[in-house]
């Protein structure tokens, strides 16, 4: 997959599934199924075959794309971004009907830097179904707990000294 230069014009998205993070350059009315073949591309690229034990598809298809339910709030967790297609039958030549929100990241309100959820639909002997339930997603987000990690110790006085070695 060649560099691609960035513009003005394309998004930055991020793209997580566990602690997996993928960035892509795309344009605002590119299909969500040619992002999620660029998606797929990138991951072999980078020569990830699997993530969490399950295999990378080989077709767009076979990834689900989840949004923040509140950009503000990870912990509230992540809603699917593609809206399934309808019944139209007010109209006698097309049996479906697509959503605008499906066609592509503008439409489905995705700005640059959004963060994006994925996830592999994988196929069981029984029908095609999801291993995880309809709103389940393996994200991991990185957190700042101020206790782990911290360079700060408190003192035997309370107050707040630097994690420094003494000479």
């Given at each position: 997959?060649p560099a691609?230069?960035p513009n003005?014009?394309?998004?930055?998205?991020?793209?997580?599934?566990?602690?997996t993070t993928?960035?892509?350059l795309?344009?605002?009315?590119?299909?969500?199924?040619?992002?999620?073949a660029k998606?797929?591309?990138?991951m072999?690229v980078?020569?990830i075959?699997?993530?969490?034990?399950?295999?990378?598809?080989t077709?767009?298809?076979?990834v689900?794309?989840?949004?923040?339910?509140d950009s503000?709030?990870?912990?509230e967790?992540?809603t699917?971004?593609?809206?399934?297609?309808k019944?139209d039958n007010?109209?006698?030549?097309g049996p479906?009907?697509s959503?605008?929100?499906n066609?592509?990241p503008v439409?489905?309100?995705?700005?640059?830097?959004?963060v994006l959820?994925?996830?592999?639909r994988t196929k069981t002997?029984?029908?095609?179904?999801?291993d995880?339930?309809?709103n389940e997603?393996d994200?991991?987000?990185p957190?700042?707990?101020?206790?782990?990690g911290?360079?700060?110790?408190?003192?035997?006085?309370g107050s707040?000294?630097?994690d420094a070695?003494?000479?």
């Open positions: 997959m691609e230069k003005p014009q394309q998004l930055t998205l991020r793209f997580k599934c566990h602690k993928i960035l892509l795309v344009a605002p009315h590119d299909s969500l199924t040619s992002i999620k998606l797929l591309e990138a072999k980078a020569n075959s699997e993530i969490q034990d399950r295999p990378v598809p077709n767009p298809d076979d689900l794309l989840g949004v923040l339910i503000d709030d990870p912990g967790g992540w699917d971004l593609e809206i399934p297609e019944e007010t109209h006698k030549k479906k009907k959503s605008v929100l066609a592509s439409g489905a309100g995705v700005k640059d830097g959004s959820a994925f996830k592999f002997s029984d029908a095609d179904d999801l995880m339930g309809d997603w994200v991991v987000m957190t700042f707990d101020d206790e782990e911290s360079q700060m110790k408190e003192a035997e006085d707040q000294m630097e070695e003494e000479m």
